[in-house]
């Protein structure tokens, strides 16, 4: 590994405000690059439960950013018909199940709809005493989850964790201030939130909040915050040795490289045109390339 892939992650450089303006050179120095002595395993792998059967659309998504982010195995374990269209996309990926270093959950299912023996299985990754990413339809059971978890919330599902918490906030009191609630709900719950937006608001329990600023507006569009969960994933799998040293501090500066690499990527891909999910999850790792050959795209 060269030393740059060796070293502590850097501390951010850029300020803006209240909040740090995460930069190109903060990205690159989060993403690991891999040595030619390791392996599948070493370079990490990320256990996926997302989609259902009504939204399989999210698995293959966020399974698709993962694979291009530089994780070194996936094992997607997901209802039979996301799980058919995910092979479909991506045969390397492994439908078995077995031991990871991160897990992706949530994408693509609806609280609601759940049976019990999903949230089981949710409740089961959740335990598995490994970084946690947290997105949509299992962001009711954040009060379960521990301190090494991420989740991704947009505005109206901020208001609704605080809903189910015993506290009314409006979701527009939250889109007109995310860096007060990212902040507020991350002390809270005990988690790192990074809060989708035009401005993405990065804040842990105890660390300084970072924001990514979105570079195209084509970039909100149906899909597009799977493929961030399978970025974040992936970046929470491939760093996970440094959790032993730093503690859950670093998964905010995770969080914020899986925002920035997600905005290059929708800027690489539009052009300055109009864009899809997929198109951003395609351009990831060419993004990632161009981060850590000093392109600052």
């Not at 949509?136 to 109206?156: F, M, N, Q, R, Y």
């Not at 401005?199 to 600023?213: F, K, M, N, Q």
């Not at 899809?276 to 990831?284: E, F, G, K, R």
Request: charged fraction near 20%; aromatic fraction near 4%.
């Amino acid at each position: 590994m060269s030393d740059k892939t060796e070293r502590t992650p850097t501390q951010p450089t850029g300020r803006t405000g209240d909040t740090i303006e995460w930069t190109a050179a903060d990205a690159a120095s989060i993403i690991r690059v891999p040595r030619a002595s390791d392996d599948k395993y070493r370079r990490g792998v990320l256990g996926i439960r997302t989609g259902s059967n009504m939204y399989p659309g999210a698995a293959v998504l966020g399974v698709d950013a993962a694979a291009r982010t530089g994780v070194g195995m996936i094992r997607y374990l997901g209802p039979e018909v996301p799980t058919t269209l995910v092979l479909q996309r991506r045969p390397e990926i492994v439908t078995a199940e077995g031991r990871v270093q991160a897990w992706l959950v949530g994408s693509g299912m609806d609280a609601g709809q759940r049976t019990d023996a999903e949230t089981s299985l949710l409740r089961r990754a959740l335990g598995d005493d490994v970084p946690c990413v947290i997105d949509a339809g299992a962001l009711d059971l954040v009060p379960e989850s521990g301190s090494h978890t991420i989740i991704t919330p947009h505005a109206g599902e901020i208001a609704s964790l605080w809903h189910r918490a015993g506290v009314t906030v409006e979701r527009s009191s939250i889109s007109d201030d995310p860096v007060h609630w990212a902040t507020a709900t991350a002390e809270r719950f005990g988690v790192t939130v990074l809060l989708k937006g035009a401005r993405t608001i990065i804040a842990g329990p105890t660390t300084r909040t970072i924001s990514v600023t979105a570079a195209t507006s084509w970039a909100a569009t149906a899909g597009s915050g799977d493929v961030l969960g399978g970025i974040l994933g992936a970046l929470v799998a491939t760093n996970a040795p440094y959790l032993a040293d730093e503690g859950a501090g670093i998964l905010s500066r995770v969080a914020a490289t899986a925002a920035f690499v997600h905005q290059a990527a929708s800027v690489r891909a539009s052009g300055g045109g109009p864009i899809t999910a997929l198109d951003i999850a395609d351009s990831v790792g060419l993004t990632i390339a161009d981060l850590l050959g000093g392109d600052p795209r």
